[in-house]
């Protein structure tokens, strides 16, 4: 059982090019979401899913892409990289709304140049 | 709007002290579950606990305690007899009855050196 897996792991841009993160997850979990980490901000939601062909904007969407065409997959586009998008993305998924804790993948450490 | 508040920034701490990381958060819903999750150095989320608005029960799971407290919206956490390997980020989160994505606070460092 993989649970989340985010791959690249670790990637550099120029700023302009663009990009797909790539999360998959092989729980049959409806619900994903994306997060960025930033130091000193925590964790800010940019994009989530509740369901196959559903998304919605989390609280950092700008410059970002996202759709949910299979369960298992949730991928986050760059359109146009930035160096304000130098960070660490994480990916994450649950079976239910609220009770259930989140699983995280381990993350992309991505670098804006 | 929810909001999660972890006031401290970083902690240094020497190995068996004991140590408190403060979370306080806000929301208007009544129904609502609380997290927390350790970062290590090596970058990944675990997960440590779950609690439901509902359950003020305190909790101990070997030398971790969390006290959850509604009439100050706080859930502490409390980490006996600190290690090094206690050294990590500590996130504190809050999630909605029905709604699937977190609301973290700013995350407290411990560091904790021998």
């Known amino acids: 059982n993989a649970g989340v897996t985010q791959t690249p792991k670790f990637q550099v841009l120029k700023t302009g090019q663009s990009m797909t993160l790539q999360c998959a997850q092989d729980?049959?979990?409806?619900?994903m979401s994306w997060y960025r980490q930033d130091p000193g901000m925590g964790l800010r939601l940019i994009h989530y899913?509740?369901?196959?062909?559903?998304?919605d904007q989390g609280e950092v969407p700008n410059g970002y892409n996202v759709s949910r065409s299979t369960t298992e997959d949730f991928p986050l586009r760059l359109l146009s990289a930035a160096p304000s998008q130098t960070s660490v993305y994480f990916c994450?998924?649950?079976?239910?709304?609220?009770?259930?804790?989140?699983?995280f993948g381990d993350g992309t450490r991505l670098s804006i140049l | 709007a929810q909001k999660v508040t972890q006031a401290q920034t970083e902690i240094s701490v020497v190995e068996k002290e004991d140590v408190t990381l403060d979370c306080v958060y806000e929301?208007?819903?009544?129904?609502?579950?609380l997290f927390w999750y350790k970062q290590p150095p090596s970058g990944e989320l675990v997960f440590l606990i779950r609690?439901?608005?509902?359950?003020?029960q305190n909790e101990i799971s070997g030398r971790y305690s969390w006290n959850f407290q509604k009439s100050t919206s706080s859930f502490n956490f409390t980490i006996t007899a600190s290690q090094v390997v206690d050294s990590a980020v500590y996130f504190c989160?809050?999630?909605?009855?029905?709604?699937?994505?977190?609301?973290f606070g700013k995350g407290t460092m411990l560091l904790v050196s021998p």
């Open positions: 994450a998924s649950s079976y239910l709304a609220g009770a259930q804790p989140q699983h």
């Open positions: 729980m049959n979990h409806e619900y």
């Open positions: 899913s509740v369901g196959a062909g559903i998304t």
């Open positions: 929301t208007r819903d009544t129904t609502y579950y």
């Open positions: 609690r439901n608005s509902f359950d003020e």
């Open positions: 989160a809050l999630i909605r009855s029905g709604y699937s994505t977190l609301t």
